[in-house]
């Protein structure tokens, strides 16, 4: 057994109601969060995003699209 792990986990912060959660749709919205946060942190640069996500390139594009990020990349590049 994994005691370490075991203890890091905390089953009482995660409430799963009796009809159940959606996985898949709880996962997007925090890989939308992150790479948000990172596309401003990156001023738009979706190379430098994709590096510190651990995310290969087209990975990355590839998720910037499926969540219509396009034009908040655009928003976050600096205007000279």
Known sequence: TD???????DNEA?????????????LDEKEKTYI????RNTDGNKEKAAKLL???????KRSVSKFGLDDF???CKKKD
């Open 3 to 9: 005691s370490e792990g075991s203890a890091a986990f």
């Open 14 to 26: 995660i409430n799963i109601p009796d009809e159940g959660v959606k996985l898949e749709e709880i």
């Open 36 to 39: 948000m946060a990172v596309l």
């Open 54 to 60: 651990g995310m290969q390139i087209s990975k990355f």
């Open 73 to 75: 990349v655009e928003s």
